[in-house]
């Protein structure tokens, strides 16, 4: 069963190498999702209102390939992993692959964001991810 959870002010949803039992639709509110890379982490989109997070680790069957930490108050609709199964196993094949597809994509563009440490002022401006709520998030990660 699907439910919906309030989460504060730059609070975890779920960290990056953790198993990936849940994903996430975001009600309202604002996740910024964040790539360790060496010793930075690094924004890698800004999810709102209407997105969909840890979807691509419940498709693939891995651990969530990014940590998501809100920026406010946030209201999540969680979908646990049976009741994404069961609607995945109900859609055709070529569906369940084109979803692989893009979400094979995506990865390797959110790993090369990561890996080249380009914070992008599209996902979130320089002057709101600075140095010092990097080493907030850090923090709220360990």
Not at 14 to 42: H, P
Request: with cysteine; hydrophobic share 40%; charged share 25%.
């Amino acid at each position: 069963m699907d439910s919906k959870h309030r989460f504060g002010f730059r609070q975890v949803v779920f960290k990056e190498g953790s198993k990936a039992d849940k994903l996430y639709l975001i009600k309202t509110g604002e996740v910024l999702c964040l790539k360790f890379s060496i010793d930075r982490l690094i924004p890698v989109f800004l999810a709102k209102a209407g997105d969909i997070i840890g979807e691509s680790a419940m498709i693939q069957d891995r651990e969530y390939t990014y940590s998501a930490i809100t920026l406010a108050e946030t209201e999540l609709v969680e979908v646990p992993s049976k009741s994404f199964n069961e609607a995945l196993s109900a859609s055709p094949e070529w569906l369940v692959d084109l979803t692989n597809t893009m979400i094979t994509r995506f990865q390797h563009t959110s790993n090369l964001v990561a890996e080249n440490r380009m914070v992008h002022p599209s996902i979130i401006p320089d002057d709101q991810f600075t140095p010092t709520l990097e080493v907030e998030f850090k923090r709220l990660l360990s």
